[in-house]
C-alpha cells in the first residue's frame, strides 16, 4: 500500500463524520427501532463511501474515460 497523509486524513473525515451522526441520532431519536434502522443507514453510507474510496466501486470501465 502507497498510503499519503490526505489518505489517512479522509480516512479519519469518515470515521467522525459516521460517528457524529450516530451520535445525533442517539440524542435526537426516541424510539429504539428508529435508531436502529437510521443506524444501519448511516453504516451503510459509511461503507459505501469507504468502498468507493478504497477500490473505486463505482468507476465503471463502461462509462469511459
Same mark, same amino acid.
Given at each position: 500500500? *502507497?498510503?499519503?497523509?490526505? *489518505?489517512? +486524513?479522509?480516512?479519519?473525515? !469518515?470515521?467522525?463524520?459516521?460517528?457524529?451522526?450516530?451520535? %445525533? +441520532? $442517539?440524542? @435526537? $431519536?426516541?424510539?429504539?427501532?428508529? @435508531?436502529?434502522?437510521?443506524? &444501519?443507514? +448511516? !453504516?451503510? $453510507?459509511? &461503507?459505501?463511501?469507504? $468502498?468507493? !474510496?478504497? +477500490?473505486? !466501486? %463505482? *468507476?465503471?470501465?463502461?462509462?469511459? *474515460?
Amino acid at each position: 500500500m *502507497d498510503w499519503d497523509p490526505g *489518505d489517512f +486524513v479522509a480516512a479519519a473525515g !469518515l470515521l467522525i463524520s459516521a460517528g457524529l451522526a450516530w451520535k %445525533f +441520532v $442517539v440524542n @435526537r $431519536v426516541s424510539s429504539t427501532t428508529h @435508531r436502529a434502522l437510521i443506524g &444501519l443507514a +448511516v !453504516l451503510a $453510507v459509511f &461503507l459505501l463511501l469507504w $468502498v468507493e !474510496l478504497a +477500490v473505486g !466501486l %463505482f *468507476d465503471s470501465p463502461i462509462a469511459g *474515460d
